[in-house]
C-alpha cells in the first residue's frame, strides 16, 4: 500500500535520513524503532506531508504522495498522531472526536443554508461514529470531559480516536505508549490490533519493545537515518547490529 523508496532528509547539512526503503502492506502494523535522533520522526514527518525530503519517492496505492502538503496527504487517507498530543484542551473529548472527522457537510456554508436537513443527518452521523470510536478507545464514559482534564495515557487513545474520525487507509502512530500506564498500553494494544484487523495499515514510532513485538507484525530499524534491520520482532530481538545499536556493545 505504501512504498517508501531512498528517502533522504537533512538538516542544515546534518543527514536526518540517508536513503530509507519502508513498505507497509494493508492490514498489517509496521515498527519504526531506532535510538533517539535516529531518524524516527523525521520519516513519519515526511510521509505526513510536513517534512519534503531531499530525493526520494513515496508511493501510496499506485500514487505519489503530494510531499510537503500536509492536507493532501490527508485527503489521500493517511492519518496520523503526534508524540506530544494536539488537543483543544477546553473542548469535550466528544467535541475533539468529532473534530477529527474530514469532510464534514456543516463547514461548508452553502450546506448548512440551502441543504440543513442534509447537515443534520450529516452531524448525527457523525456524531454516532464518535461515540463508536470513543467506546472503542474506552472514553465513551468521559465524552463529556474537557480533553484537558484527561491523563497524559487517555489524551494519546483520545488522538487515535481524532485520527480514525479520518477514516484513513494508514494510521502513523508517534510512540503512542510513551509515559503511558500499562493498562492503557494493552487498551492502546487492542485498538492499533483492530485497526490492522480492519484492514488499514498502521505504521508506529515505538520505543517499548514489549509493546513492539505484541503488536507489530513487521519491524524497521533506523540508527543515524539508515536501515539497520528489519524483520519480524522476533528476527529484530536476535540481530547483531540492533543489540549493537541498542546495547552500545
Ligand atoms: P527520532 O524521532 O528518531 O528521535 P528525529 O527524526 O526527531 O529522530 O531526528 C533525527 C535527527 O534530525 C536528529 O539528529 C535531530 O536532531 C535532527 N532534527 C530533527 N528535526 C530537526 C529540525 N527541525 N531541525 C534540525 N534538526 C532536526
Ligand atoms: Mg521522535
Redesign the pocket.
Known sequence: MLSIRDVA?S??G?A??GGVDLDVETGRVVGLV????????????VIAGV?VPDRGTAVLDGHPLPFGRPEGVAARGIARTF?IPRLARRLTVAQNVIAGGRDQPGESLAALLFRPGAVRAAERQVTARAFEVMRRLGLDHLADHPAGGLSGGQQKLLSMGMALMADPVLMLL?EPAAGVNPVLIEQQVRFIRALASEGRGVLI?EHNMEMVSNICDHVVV?DG?KVIARGTPDEIRRDRAVMRSYLGE
Open positions: 532528509v538538516f542544515g546534518v536526518a535520513l531506532g535510538p533517539n535522533g535516529s531518524g524516527k520522526s523525521t520519516l513519519l514527518n517534512i508524540q508517534d514510532i533506523l537515518g
